[in-house]
């Protein structure tokens, strides 16, 4: 089984940056790729950026370059840095890691892979 838990989602004015973070812990050694994903109010829950192993990176539109995803490999870890920051970027950002290995298409992963809880983000304007 593997838990994934996200930190730093907050409140930021519009302009603004914000570093999310995410570790996978237990049975993690097939993991080979992760991702984020983000659900805002009355919306559906819609890909953002993903990363595998390899350094492979895919970002969704919105992102328009304001977005870095990051990835340690070793650590199961993945980053996503937030910069220039809309109000229209508010929503739940959920990290999610699978052992496909795949960050292509618009929703690379799937809902048999490993997701969190989710860390709210917030952008006034």
């Known amino acids: 089984q593997v838990h994934l838990v996200e930190s730093g989602g907050g409140l930021v004015q519009a302009g603004g940056s914000l570093r999310l973070s995410c570790t996978a812990s237990?049975?993690?050694?097939?993991?080979?790729?992760m991702g984020w994903y983000r659900q805002a109010p009355g919306k559906e829950r819609g890909f953002v950026a993903a990363?595998?192993?390899?350094?492979?990176?895919n970002y969704r539109w919105f992102t328009k370059g304001r977005f870095t995803i990051s990835y340690d490999n070793v650590k199961k870890t993945v980053h996503l840095q937030m910069n220039s920051l809309e109000p229209e970027d508010t929503a739940v950002y959920f990290c999610?890691?699978?052992?496909?290995?795949?960050?292509?298409?618009?929703?690379?992963?799937?809902?048999?892979?490993?997701w969190g809880q989710g860390t709210q983000v917030t952008v006034s304007a």
């Open positions: 237990g049975d993690i050694s097939r993991i080979n790729v």
């Open positions: 999610a890691a699978g052992e496909h290995g795949t960050v292509a298409g618009h929703a690379p992963f799937r809902r048999e892979d490993y």
């Open positions: 990363i595998n192993e390899g350094g492979a990176t």
